[in-house]
């Protein structure tokens, strides 16, 4: 089993990346997904979770408004569409699967910091100013 995420890169403040997240070797439909990110020197942040369906989704308040997690199940991807990138949204960024099904009402904190059962590896953003 592998999820994959890539569509890191060097942009300028402002700018736009789409990351995917793809997985091989389980369904990922069947799976809720996050998106972390992790700065030099800092803790690791939850950043966005979407439920298997796609009809449930979280955004930490430092990327909601400007971040759109989706999903195409058909293509067993996940995307993090990263609009308005600020310099510190500079950090390795990192997708995770868990079969726990993600509620409406469920606490996104909490359900970012439990054990995620699948990582990838990362791709990394760097925005410049």
């Known amino acids: 089993f592998q999820l994959q995420a890539s569509g890191g890169g060097l942009v300028q403040t402002g700018g736009s990346l789409r990351l995917s997240c793809a997985a091989s070797?389980?369904?990922?439909?069947?799976?809720?997904v996050g998106w972390f990110r992790q700065a030099p020197g800092k803790e690791r942040e939850g950043v966005s979770l979407?439920?298997?369906?796609?009809?449930?989704?979280f955004y930490s308040d430092s990327v909601r408004g400007r971040f759109t997690i989706s999903r195409d199940n058909a293509k067993n991807t996940v995307y993090l569409q990263m609009n308005s990138l600020k310099p510190e949204d500079t950090a390795g960024y990192y997708c995770?699967?868990?079969?726990?099904?993600?509620?409406?009402?469920?606490?996104?904190?909490?359900?970012?910091?439990?054990?995620?059962?699948?990582w990838g590896q990362g791709t990394l953003v760097t925005v410049s100013s």
């Open positions: 979407i439920s298997s369906e796609g009809f449930t989704t």
């Open positions: 070797g389980i369904t990922l439909k069947y799976y809720t």
């Open positions: 995770a699967a868990d079969a726990t099904p993600l509620s409406p009402t469920a606490q996104p904190m909490g359900v970012m910091e439990r054990v995620w059962d699948y």
